[in-house]
């Protein structure tokens, strides 16, 4: 009960400030803002594939470039971003789901090879075919949208352009973990023996698990595009997916708001801590160890262990009535 | 009496292993049929081979006279057989209800439907009576890991029932669960068989357990049936007593 309030508190304390920090921040605040909740919907995607259904993937980097490229590629052509926006997630989820099947086979660290080489297949494209992609030089002047005929052009309008997606982002997620799926997708991460013995099609659970994390990786690359306005291929290499794969493990895989704090962290931290120079990246570095050997299940994990010993305790011990009657009972038998 | 599940010249062997050598079976409805051996003599790879979980290497399988043989365990599970694993097979970051609705979701609509259609359709419900039948009720809210070996147990075995199914193959239901509980699972087990007419066959090694609940008994021995019968034949058989309970 108590954990439900705080839990809440935070929720709303958390929604006034993203609603209100572009009155406070300048442009670059904002644009890092809004990097944050492109960020975090790619995070989302992956959390899906591998915090709930255990699929090791490093190729969410490759699906937020198709989605960015596909995006800049139409819209610099004139096509209406709605479109190439649904193309993007599309083309990401039939990529994503075909990039499931390996999962079928291999697990683990096998597994995460795999995507690893598809992520860089996927850059190499990115980078050498220039008659498509612009090669090096990328492509440019990468039109924000409109909506409804209103311009979303100045930094301010873009970030709650891309807050409204996080938000969609995040219902549509909420709805599907708290789905049979969510549950199937936690069966086949725990025990896919178990799970298939169940009559989970643990094949098609798969793939899905893939498709829809690839999907939302194509979402978050075309908000990307529009947001940097320019997408070359060096973003998208492998750096971004163990990045990507990061947050979603800094902020407790499994956890529904473990990938906004996880982006928050891979975000705006590097930020906060540029005073201290060349500095950053070793105490980020040394942070992310601390964080891993004492608390491998994240940062929302370490919140749930401080808030567990007194459930646990209550839950070892069943209540004495009931263990007295199932005995008398058995007893009676 | 209709025969339920048909296992004819089934075979698997592994390199040069011959786990399974040519067993042959049939289960009627309603019955619970015990399947007995010494360690290795191949009881499990002949469920895993009957469930799909493994690929026979020759043979037949048919269930209600419909050949099955390599189907998917989550195909013949939906068709309704279901069964528990030697080893415990729970989901430990689940609750207990958790577990239960999850082992009664898939028989229930389509892929879209448990995705868009109504969350829980009485899953709750089938979940909290099933709990209250194994006596787990008191501990619906808890993660699963969480419980003793024991609860465990049984909540392994209530997952196999979630879905109501025709035919449950269970592996050493009662390893490792103490007396109390040993009554408590048989009487269960014998309620479900008898109200919901659900065929069972059961590997075990606890020989009263088997004695008291099956009404016939197979043994394996290296991978071959070298006696059945009831279970008072079985405990005279002379090649029984020298291959198994001699030891």
Known sequence: ?333 | MSTVLEVRDLRKSFGGIVAVDGVSFDVNEGEILGIIGPNGSGKSTLFNCILGQLKPSGGDVRLDGRAVTGMRPCDLNRLGVSRTFQLLQVFPQLTVRENLILAGQEHRGTMLSRLVGPRDAGLTQAADRMLAFFRLEHLADEEAGGLSYGQQKLLDAAMAFMAGPRLALLDEPAGGVNLTMLASLRERLKAINSEQGATFVVIEHNMEFVMALCNRILVLAEGRIIAQGDPGEVRRDPKVIEAYLGH
């Open chain 1, 1 to 333: 009960m108590r954990r439900s309030v705080l839990a809440g508190g935070a929720l709303a304390l958390a929604a006034v400030f993203l609603l209100l920090a572009p009155f406070a921040f300048r442009p670059y605040g904002i644009f890092i803002l809004s990097m944050w909740a492109v960020m975090t919907i790619a995070a989302i995607g992956l959390n899906l594939t591998l915090g709930y259904a255990g699929q090791v993937s490093l190729a969410q980097a490759a699906f937020v470039g198709i989605g960015a490229y596909v995006t800049a590629y139409m819209t610099t052509k004139g096509w209406p971003f709605w479109m190439t926006y649904v193309i993007g997630g599309v083309a990401c989820f039939a990529i994503g789901w075909v990039l499931g099947y390996p999962a079928l086979r291999v697990q683990h660290h096998y597994l995460a090879f795999v995507t690893l080489a598809f992520n860089t297949l996927v850059y190499l494209v990115f980078r050498n075919e220039e008659w498509l992609t612009g090669g090096i030089y990328g492509i440019s002047n990468v039109p924000r949208p409109s909506v409804l005929g209103w311009s979303m052009n100045s930094p301010r309008e873009f970030y709650y352009f891309c807050l409204a997606h996080l938000a969609l982002v995040s219902l549509a997620a909420w709805w599907l973990i708290r789905s049979p799926w969510g549950r199937a997708f936690i069966a086949l991460r725990e025990n896919p023996i178990r799970a298939l013995s169940l009559g989970v099609d643990t094949r098609r659970y798969t793939l899905m698990a893939f498709a829809l994390g690839a999907g939302l990786g194509g979402v978050s690359g075309a908000l990307y595009a529009p947001l940097v306005q320019f997408v070359d291929p060096t973003p998208f290499a492998l750096g971004l997916s163990l990045n990507l794969l990061l947050m979603v493990v800094v902020g407790g895989p499994g956890y529904f708001f473990g990938p906004f704090l996880g982006a928050l962290v891979a975000v705006l931290l590097p930020e906060w801590m540029r005073f201290t120079e060349g500095y950053y990246l070793m105490g980020y570095a040394v942070l992310v160890i601390v964080l891993m050997v004492f608390c491998p299940t994240g940062l929302l994990g370490l919140v749930d262990r401080m808030f567990k010993p007194s459930r646990k305790t209550a839950a070892a011990e069943p209540p004495a009535g009931a263990v007295a009657a199932a005995a008398q009972s058995d007893g009676v038998r």
